[in-house]
Structure formats: structure tokens, C-alpha cells
């Protein structure tokens, strides 16, 4: 066994084992939607939720006030807004779907990990 191989093994605690043993069933997306709003960027992640919910309900807004808007003038103000509520919360989905997508990549590398000291132990 190389010392790459032992140190790895030895880096891997009995969290990691019950971690993974958690993978091999899977996540729903609502599972790991939820999986976002755990460990160091929580706070950023219930931000950015709020933020989100923010930026909807002044697209929303805008699309309203579209409708009874007077002038010319005043439906391209409002259209500027819902265009900006819209982007905005498009780009805040984006942002989760990546943070979603890194949190399954570092999910397989950990399950890659365990199955490599698995294979050099036996």
C-alpha cells in the first residue's frame, strides 16, 4: 500500500462511511434542494432564497402595474422592472441548480473515495 493510499484511508472517518452509506439510495431534488440550505454557505443560500422570492414578487408587481398603467412612458418603466425581476430571478434559479449540481459532483467524488480505500483494503 502506497502512502497515498494509507493516508486516505486513514482520512476517511466513520461520518464519511454513514455519509455515503446515506448516497447509495439517492437524493430527490427536493432532497437536495434542501441539501443546499446545510453547511458553510447556509446563510448565503437562505439569502439568496429570499432574495429570489423578492425579485418574483416585484416581476409580479411590475406585470400589474403593466396593466394599469396610463401611459406609454409608464408601461416602459413598468416593463423594465418585470424585465428585471424576471432576469433577476432567473439568474438566482441558476444559482441554486449550480449549487445543487456542486454539492452531487463533491457527493461523487466522496462515494469515488470510499470505493477506492474499499478496493485497497480488500
Keep these: 500500500m502506497t502512502s497515498f493510499e494509507s493516508r486516505l484511508k486513514d482520512s476517511l472517518s466513520a461520518?464519511?462511511?454513514?455519509f455515503l452509506k446515506n448516497l447509495e439510495e439517492g437524493e430527490s431534488l427536493f432532497g437536495q434542494l434542501g441539501a443546499t440550505f446545510t453547511g458553510p454557505m447556509k446563510l448565503w443560500t437562505g439569502f439568496a432564497f429570499v432574495l429570489g422570492f423578492v425579485f418574483f414578487v416585484g416581476m409580479l408587481w411590475c406585470a400589474?402595474?403593466?396593466s394599469r398603467a396610463a401611459s406609454v412612458q409608464e408601461v416602459?418603466?413598468?416593463l423594465a422592472g418585470f424585465t428585471f425581476g424576471m432576469v433577476a430571478t432567473g439568474m438566482i434559479k441558476t444559482w441554486f441548480?449550480?449549487?445543487m449540481n456542486h454539492l452531487a459532483t463533491l457527493r461523487e467524488?466522496?462515494?469515488?473515495e470510499l470505493r477506492l480505500v474499499r478496493h485497497t483494503q480488500g
Excluded at 15 to 18: C, H, L
Aim: no cysteine.
Design 109 to 112: 467524488l466522496k462515494r469515488i
Design 64 to 66: 400589474y402595474e403593466i
Design 76 to 78: 416602459g418603466l413598468w
Design 97 to 99: 441548480w449550480l449549487r
Design 15 to 18: 461520518e464519511d462511511e454513514a
